[in-house]
């Protein structure tokens, strides 16, 4: 009895250093200061909203950091640290972004730890961010979350202007309640309907195509204004024509997100 007790508490050690290994990926990247500099750039831009960013285990932020790391890649990608010859690593694909988190973490943590893109600061506890180019990508990045919360609050006129009827999609009606008050991912802004990521991450990659790289100035930029653009009768349409999509996936947010056609 006394070995088989041992051997449960042994297992329950083991679980819960495994949990733990999954778990300080974010909080060992925190300690070495790999998020100090998007840290700052949120905090520069938006106050209040970067006092709601989690980027360790536990520090009672109701943002998770993986969210907007992973959306970090879509400027990321267009670096020359993950398009050259000697290239650092592979950007994630695109559906990646939408469904495996952790793993653009660990793609942005090795990224990030690369010599060439971070040294250690004078004190040798911390690295900092010395990469121009890098710096630039996650200037852009800034501005994703209220451009992904933008097209959340569109994003039912964009389907029903092709004659459908937003509302009574399934993954819709299930996220529904009897208050009928909604609101978007980041900002918390008033949304009439609730919409599923999966449904919102393609259009958000697809305002890759209004970043550029400018290899004069080695540097990521916007090549026009992205808000703006989010709220023109261009963007509109090309929405409205994405949604077939979603018909052709089965309605199924999980299969639209995930479906590297989609993007």
Same mark, same amino acid.
């Given at each position: 009895?006394?070995?088989?007790?041992?051997?449960?508490?042994?297992?329950?050690?083991?679980?819960?250093?495994?949990?733990?290994?999954?778990?300080?990926?974010?909080?060992?990247?925190?300690?070495?200061?790999?998020?100090?500099?998007?840290?700052?750039?949120?905090?520069?831009?938006?106050?209040?909203?970067?006092?709601?960013?989690?980027?360790?285990?536990?520090?009672?932020?109701?943002?998770?950091?993986?969210?907007?790391?992973?959306?970090?890649?879509?400027?990321?990608?267009?670096?020359?640290?993950?398009?050259?010859?000697?290239?650092?690593?592979?950007?994630?694909?695109?559906?990646?972004?939408?469904?495996?988190?952790? =793993?653009?973490?660990?793609?942005?943590?090795?990224?990030?730890? %690369?010599?060439?893109?971070?040294? *250690? $600061?004078?004190? /040798?506890?911390?690295?900092?961010?010395?990469?121009?180019?890098?710096?630039?990508?996650?200037?852009?990045?800034?501005?994703?979350?209220?451009?992904?919360?933008?097209?959340?609050?569109?994003?039912?006129?964009?389907?029903?202007?092709?004659?459908?009827?937003?509302?009574?999609?399934?993954?819709?009606?299930?996220?529904?309640?009897?208050?009928?008050?909604?609101?978007?991912?980041?900002?918390?802004?008033?949304?009439?309907?609730?919409?599923?990521?999966?449904?919102?991450?393609?259009?958000?990659?697809?305002?890759?195509?209004?970043?550029?790289?400018?290899?004069?100035?080695?540097?990521?930029?916007? =090549?026009?204004?992205?808000?703006?653009?989010?709220?023109?009768? %261009?963007?509109?349409?090309?929405? *409205? $024509?994405?949604? /077939?999509?979603?018909?052709?996936?089965?309605?199924?947010?999980?299969?639209?997100?995930?479906?590297?056609?989609?993007?």
């Amino acid at each position: 009895m006394v070995w088989v007790c041992l051997g449960v508490k042994e297992q329950a050690i083991c679980d819960a250093r495994n949990n733990n290994v999954q778990l300080t990926a974010g909080t060992k990247g925190n300690k070495e200061g790999l998020f100090g500099t998007f840290r700052v750039l949120f905090k520069e831009k938006e106050p209040d909203f970067a006092k709601k960013i989690s980027w360790k285990t536990n520090d009672g932020g109701t943002i998770d950091s993986r969210d907007l790391i992973a959306l970090a890649w879509i400027p990321l990608s267009l670096t020359t640290w993950v398009n050259d010859d000697d290239k650092v690593v592979e950007a994630p694909k695109p559906p990646i972004i939408y469904s495996g988190k952790e =793993r653009c973490l660990n793609k942005y943590l090795t990224l990030m730890r %690369d010599p060439r893109i971070s040294t *250690a $600061n004078t004190n /040798g506890t911390e690295k900092e961010l010395r990469d121009h180019q890098v710096l630039s990508a996650l200037k852009v990045t800034v501005d994703i979350p209220g451009l992904f919360d933008l097209i959340y609050q569109r994003f039912p006129e964009y389907y029903n202007s092709m004659g459908g009827s937003y509302g009574k999609i399934n993954a819709v009606k299930s996220m529904q309640n009897n208050s009928g008050e909604y609101a978007t991912p980041f900002y918390r802004f008033d949304a009439e309907q609730p919409v599923p990521n999966g449904f919102i991450y393609p259009l958000v990659y697809g305002l890759k195509a209004c970043m550029q790289y400018d290899s004069n100035k080695n540097e990521i930029s916007w =090549r026009v204004d992205p808000r703006r653009f989010v709220q023109s009768k %261009d963007f509109a349409a090309a929405a *409205a $024509n994405y949604c /077939g999509v979603i018909r052709q996936s089965e309605y199924d947010p999980q299969k639209v997100g995930k479906g590297i056609f989609s993007y």
